[in-house]
Nanobody, 123 residues
Framework: QVQLVESGGGSVQTGGSLRLSCAAS????????MVWFRQAPGKEREGVAL???????LYADSVKGRFTISLDNDKNTVYLQMNSLKPEDTAMYYC?????????????????WGQGTQVTVSS
């Protein structure tokens, strides 16, 4: 089993920045994929950014150029630096993981999930 714990959410104004963290613990495989998802009320869960242990990254078009995902392998922690935030970025943000490498942002492909952290961007 793998446990994921997110932190760093909060409320900011348009144009502000936040940094989310997700600490992984437990039976962490040598190869894994970690993803940040988000879900706004009444909307489907959306994959935002993905990173492999090899540091390959993938972003959703909606956040390219504004969000940066990074990974500290020594700390088993993945980060999401969010800049130039917009009201439409308001959502619950979840960290997810799976064993092995994958370049998919589809939520059903991930079997380990954190509890989520709320991000609210006001205009």
């Amino acid at each position: 089993q793998v446990q994921l714990v997110e932190s760093g959410g909060g409320s900011v104004q348009t144009g502000g920045s936040l940094r989310l963290s997700c600490a992984a613990s437990g039976d962490i495989d040598d190869k894994y994929t970690m993803v940040w998802f988000r879900q706004a009320p009444g909307k489907e869960r959306e994959g935002v950014a993905l990173i492999l242990k090899t540091m390959i990254k993938l972003y959703a078009d909606s956040v390219k150029g504004r969000f940066t995902i990074s990974l500290d392998n020594d700390k088993n922690t993945v980060y999401l630096q969010m800049n130039s935030l917009k009201p439409e970025d308001t959502a619950m943000y979840y960290c997810a993981a799976r064993r092995g490498y994958s370049l998919t942002l589809q939520s059903e492909q991930y079997n380990y999930w954190g509890q989520g952290t709320q991000v609210t961007v006001s205009s």
